[in-house]
Structure formats: structure tokens, C-alpha cells
């Protein structure tokens, strides 16, 4: 971006005759482009609007054909039913996403950084051996892994055990992978030198190497907090009794027992979904970058 | 506290803190240094538990491998081991040649969903290529704060959780108040029963199929976009400025530099929308649960169903297992292929 301001200037500098109508000629151009991006934007957006303002509407008005854009009555009947249905306590279903994604994503954070240090600061006999057995289970998708992590809670009696859906997911290959290359910059004088002042080796990883991975950390974090709260198919498998359940179980669920309802359920969805959707906007500099230094989802 | 502490007690800690200092230093000449020792000793810290809990890891990797030779069904107790054996007999690759040509339900299930799988990844790659690419190329055009808008925009459905999107679309798709229809009965046309209609089909592809690309595309395309973005961004303007000058169109500078600057990631991310195109889940279990008439039942699906709800574990795992296959392929050609770009 820098070097086209530069350039843009350099090139006003430059007596050249032509270059008035030019720069107008890019206005009338950009017009469209602009008309164009809007246009994709509408569609992004209205779904959203869309959701907001079904929640509004009363279960009659969400059917009338054809439909309504802003509500007829606006109505605060939807959320006021959800607040007051025993059935839903939302505060509990927050409470058990929360401890799942916290949980995940502290642990995972935590081995991850110490085993990337390892891999990347430390030579010991079957090294290669390990991190190739870590590549290669990066590469194996839940699908496989799926039906036997199942068998061995159901094995553990931790069905329906919000400590089943943690169990299983305490390293993270990916997160490794990534933070070996980060040690990997470390200068290993600054390691040395905390070793020749006497600390011992779990102090300098707590207190030199952690704090020098905080910027991937915090990367790592989000977007492992974003996949742990969205995360759908295996808590369905692990959490099978409602009280248990973490968020897109309980909104699937309630969509399933109410069906007809639409404002309602749209109400359901802008409680469970909006909340969280805008942390991760407000994160979503940090998450654009993890994804763009990654690859991965 | 440190003075009042009597001189006896003193002299003793000192005494047994030497014995044991004499002792290390033993140990350590042995393995080389005082400092070796302690990283030594680390290192086993931290790999010992590594190796217990990736032991785990591998003894859940065996266990899926084994399942698959099974008839196994968590519904029956089966042998001493694991389940296996007795009521759960071995049937060796019989699973896998039933896939191929097993005339029972579950086979004929199992090609559908493959289809379908198929169907929705080859419908689904090309689209989202259209819509990204194109707008990243223009969204990387335009000022800088409006850019920054737009994309946080763009990437706001990526952040939205799968189950939101599903049902905010099923809304959308509803053939009464549903606003795709009301869209359609606007221009003059006929009402569709997006999600439930097993007949209605566009280009041999049923609506339902339809409709859950369309959403599944809707959530994805702001991801492919910020990589596409980052990716345009390092190309050096100047390249693109000198071809202008020298006379080339818009266009050529799009299809002769940008296209050809970005082509690693333009392969990368053709494999990652087809890798994780392969593996939908989320979106279509809520939205139409491979209905109607099995119109959508991909190959996801089919395993979920096949394990946690008919309790054909063994089936699942031989049907997961095609599916990683499908996965691993890919992801090598793409390896392959990336391979061979990064080396010009």
C-alpha cells in the first residue's frame, strides 16, 4: 500500500498533460468496481439482517408470504420467552463452551509451546522419529480417529463428561508445528546466558521463552478458542444429555423442538451466535493473520 | 527468620546439601557437564508424558484400523478383546467389497454419499473460486479504509458458527416467508421447496444440493479471500505499474502477472477448499440431514449416521477410512504440485 501512495505522488510531481483526465477517468471507473464490492457486501450482510429482524417478528409474521423486511409489530416476545423457559438455561449452555474452549485452548497452548521449544532448542536420540510421528498425525483427519475416541470414553464412562471432549484434544500437532518454528529464531545465547546465571530449565521456559512467543500464542489462541467454540460434530458424539451441552448443540436442539417457530428460533440464534461472533470480529485482525500464516482452518 | 535459625542446624544442611552436590558432579562427568545433565533431565520430563499420551494417539489409530475388518457393533458385546471377535466377527476386506459392489442398502448408501461428496466438492471449488478471486483482485484495489471495512465484513460469516449459518439459510429457504422465494415469486416465478423437494434439480443437480452450496459458500468465501489477499499484497506494484505503462489492459495484467504471481497459492487453496469441501458436515446435518431422498447425504454424514445412530461401527470405520484416502490423495498431488512451482 505504502509503495502505491509513493508512486501516486511521485507521479503528480511529473508535469504531464494527460494526466488530469486520466485521474478522473479512474473515478468513473472505480465506480462500478465499488457498485460491484457493495453488491457482494448486501449479500454478506443481509443473512445477518435478515436473522435480527426475524427475531423480532412475531412465529405468524416469519411465515406471511409475501414477507415482511422490517417487522410489523416489532416484538420482544421471542427473547423474553427464551429468558423465562426453564428448558434453556443459557447462562449453563455458556458456561459449559466456555470451560470446553478455555480448557482446550489453555492445555493445548501450554504443551504446545513447551514441545515446540523442545523440538526446536533441543537434541535427544529419536527427535526426528517423534516430530515425523507428529506430521504424520496432523495429517490424519477426525474422521478416522473419530469412532475409537468415542469407544475408549464410552470405555471411561466419560459419555456425556464435559472432561470427554478435553481428554483428546491436549496436544495439537498443528500448534507445535508452528511454535518450533518460532523457538527456532530464538538466540540460543539469551537461553544460555539465563543458564549461566543459574536458572533452571523449566524457569527459562517460563520466564524467557513464553513470553517471547506471545504474539503466535495469541494468534494460536484465538483461533483455537474460534474452531473449540464453533466446533460441532464431536461434542454432538461426546455430549449426548441436554444439561451438558455446549452452544451449536443446544441451538440445533432447540431448532429441532420448535420447529415452526421461526422467530424464535431466529431469537435463539442471535443469543447464542451474535455474542460470540462479535469477540471474534473485534479479534478478527489477529485471526486473518493466524490464517494467512497458516493455511489452515 | 534466616539469623534466628540455629548454627547446628545450619551446618548439617550444609553437610547433606555437599554429599548430595558430590553426588551429582559424579553423575555428571559421566554425561558430560552439569548444564547437559539438566537439559537431560528436561528433555525426559517433557518426552515421557509426550510419549504416554502419543501412545494413546497411536492405540487409537490402531483401534480405527482394526475396526474395519469388523462387523463390529457397540450394540453387541462381542469378544474378550476390545469387543472384537465373537458377536463381532471378522469379515477381513469384506466391508470394502461391498462398497464396490454391495447391492444391500447400506452399500447403495455408501456410492450415493460418494457421489454426492463428489458432487458438492467439484460444485463448490470452481464457485468459490469465481466469487473469491475476483473480489479480492478488486477489494485490493480500493483505499485503504474502505478495504479494511469491506474485508471485516466479507470474513464476518468464516467467525460465525457453522450451526448459525445453517440456520439462519434454512430461514432464508423456508418455501412460505422464506426470502429466496419471495425473491423468486418477485421476478415472476415459481416458489421452490428448497429443502425438501427430492425432484426440482438445476443442471442434474438437485435443489437441495443446491441450496447447501450456496450456504456452505456463503460461510466460506471470506476465508479463501484474506488468503487470496495476502497473497496479491506481496506482489511488488511496480511490476503491475510498468505493464500499464507499457500499454497492457487491465486484464492482461490480471491473467499475465497477478494470476501467474499467485499461482502456489491459488493451488493451495484449490486443495484446502477441496479438502475441507470433502469432509462438510456442520451445515448439511442441520439443514436437510441428507435429505430429501438422500439428495445431500454426503460422506460425512453417512459415517456419522452409520456409527452413532445404526451402531455399524465397523462399516463407519471402512467408510472413514475411503474417505481419508480420498483426503490423502489430494493433499499429495497438492504437495506434488506445489513442489514443482516453488522450484522456476
Redo the contacts between chains.
Keep these: ?1 505504502t ?2 501512495a509513493i ?1 501516486e505522488t511521485s507521479t503528480v510531481q511529473v508535469p504531464l498533460p494527460a494526466r488530469r483526465p486520466l485521474r478522473r477517468a479512474k473515478i468513473w471507473r ?1 465506480l462500478p ?2 457498485l ?2 457493495t453488491l ?2 448486501s ?6 439482517l ?2 435480527i429482524l ?1 427475531s423480532f417478528k412475531t412465529n405468524v ?7 415482511t423486511f422490517l417487522p410489523d409489530n416489532p416484538t420482544l416476545e421471542n427473547y423474553r420467552k427464551i429468558f423465562n423457559d426453564p428448558s434453556l438455561p443459557l447462562l449453563r449452555f455458556y458456561g459449559n463452551s466456555a470451560f470446553v474452549a478455555f480448557f482446550n485452548v489453555g492445555t493445548t497452548l501450554f504443551t504446545s509451546a ?2 515446540g521449544y ?1 523440538f526446536a532448542k ?1 537434541q ?1 536420540k529419536g527427535k526426528r522419529i ?1 516430530f515425523g ?1 507428529f506430521l504424520t ?1 496432523m ?3 477426525t ?10 470414553l ?1 470405555r471411561l464412562k466419560l459419555i456425556n463428561s464435559l472432561w470427554g471432549l478435553v481428554i ?1 484434544s ?2 495439537d500437532a498443528f500448534g507445535i508445528f508452528m511454535l518450533r518454528q518460532f523457538c527456532e529464531s530464538l538466540p540460543g545465547e539469551l537461553l544460555d546466558a539465563a ?1 549461566i546465571d543459574g536458572a ?3 524457569q527459562i ?1 517460563l520466564r524467557i521463552v513464553l513470553p517471547q512467543l506471545s504474539a503466535p500464542l495469541a494468534t494460536l489462541g484465538i483461533l483455537g478458542f ?1 474452531g473449540n ?2 466446533a ?2 464431536w461434542p454432538m ?1 461426546v455430549l449426548q444429555k441436554i444439561e451438558v451441552r455446549t ?3 443446544i ?2 436442539w432447540f ?1 429441532s423442538t420448535h420447529t415452526g417457530q ?1 422467530g424464535l ?2 431469537a435463539a ?1 442471535v443469543l ?2 451474535l455474542p ?2 462479535l469477540v ?2 473485534y479479534f ?1 485482525r489477529w ?2 493473520k493466524g ?2 500464516m497458516t ?3 | 527468620m534466616r539469623p534466628s535459625l540455629s548454627f547446628c542446624k545450619n551446618l548439617l544442611a550444609e553437610r547433606w546439601r555437599h554429599g548430595m552436590l558430590r553426588i551429582f558432579r559424579k553423575r555428571e562427568k559421566r554425561s558430560g557437564g552439569g ?1 547437559a545433565a ?6 525426559l520430563s ?2 515421557i508424558p ?2 504416554l ?2 501412545s494413546l ?1 497411536i ?3 490402531a ?2 484400523f482394526i ?1 474395519m475388518f469388523y462387523n463390529y457393533s ?1 450394540g453387541r458385546l462381542g469378544g474378550p478383546i ?1 469387543g472384537l471377535g465373537g458377536s463381532n466377527p471378522f469379515v477381513g476386506i469384506q466391508n470394502f467389497i461391498q462398497m464396490i459392489k454391495g447391492t444391500s442398502v447400506q452399500a447403495n448408501l455408501f456410492r450415493t454419499s460418494l457421489k454426492n461428496t463428489l458432487i458438492f466438492a467439484f460444485a463448490v471449488l470452481p464457485l468459490n473460486l469465481v ?1 473469491t478471486l475476483p ?1 479480492a483482485y ?2 485490493e ?2 483505499g ?1 479504509r ?1 478495504k479494511v471495512l ?8 468464516v ?6 449459518v445453517a ?6 429457504y ?1 418455501p ?4 429466496i422465494n ?1 425473491i423468486i ?2 421476478f415472476g416465478g415459481q416458489p421452490v421447496a428448497w429443502l425438501s423437494d427430492p425432484r426440482a434439480g438445476f443442471l442434474g443437480i438437485s435443489v437441495a444440493m443446491w441450496a447447501v452450496i450456496l450456504a456452505y459458500l ?1 460461510q466460506d468465501y ?2 479463501n479471500m ?2 487470496f489477499i ?1 497473497a496479491l ?1 506481496a506482489i ?3 511490476l503491475k ?1 510498468a505493464a500499464l505503462i507499457d500499454g497492457a489492459t487491465p486484464w492482461k495484467v490480471f491473467t499475465k502477472i497477478t494470476i501467474q504471481l499467485i499461482r502456489p497459492t491459488l493451488l ?1 487453496v484449490c486443495v ?1 477448499t477441496m479438502l ?1 469441501s470433502f ?1 462438510v ?2 451445515i448439511i ?2 439443514m436437510t440431514n441428507g435429505d430429501p431422498g438422500n439428495r445431500t447425504q454426503v460422506l ?1 454424514l453417512d ?2 449416521k452409520n ?2 445412530r445404526y451402531q455399524r ?1 465397523g462399516w ?2 471402512a467408510e ?2 475411503v ?2 484416502l480420498i ?2 490423495v489430494v ?1 499429495l498431488i497438492q504437495m506434488r504440485l506445489l513442489r514443482t512451482e516453488w522450484e522456476y
Design positions: 500500500m509503495s502505491r508512486t472505480s468496481l465499488y460491484l464490492l457482494g457486501l449479500f454478506t450482510l443481509l443473512p445477518f435478515m436473522m426475524s409474521e416469519v411465515l406471511q408470504v409475501p414477507p513447551l514441545i523442545l533441543f535427544f517423534l510421528w498425525t495429517m490424519i483427519p474422521q478416522i480417529t473419530m469412532i475409537p475416541s468415542y469407544l475408549i464410552t483428546f491436549a496436544v543458564r533452571s530449565e523449566w521456559f474460534m467454540w464453533n460441532y460434530l458424539i452452544l451449536p448443540i441451538l440445533t431448532n421461526g428460533v431466529m440464534t447464542i451466535m460470540i461472533l471474534l470480529v478478527q485471526i486473518v490464517f494467512t493455511g489452515f482452518k | 548444564l539438566a537439559k537431560g533431565r528436561f528433555v517433557v518426552t509426550l510419549l499420551y502419543e494417539g492405540f487409537v489409530l483401534w480405527a475396526l457397540s476390545l466469487i473480489l478488486l477489494l484495489s480500493i485503504e474502505f469491506y474485508r471485516t465484513i466479507y470474513f464476518m460469516p467467525l460465525t458458527s457453522s450451526v448459525g440456520l439462519i439459510w434454512m430461514s432464508m423456508d412460505q416467508g422464506g426470502w419471495a415469486r418477485f456463503w471470506g476465508y484474506v488468503i495476502a499484497q511488488p506494484q511496480g505499474d493451495f484446502m475441507s469432509q458436515f456442520d446435518q442441520v460425512m459415517i456419522y456409527a452413532f461401527l463407519a470405520a472413514s477410512f474417505l481419508f483426503v490423502m493433499t
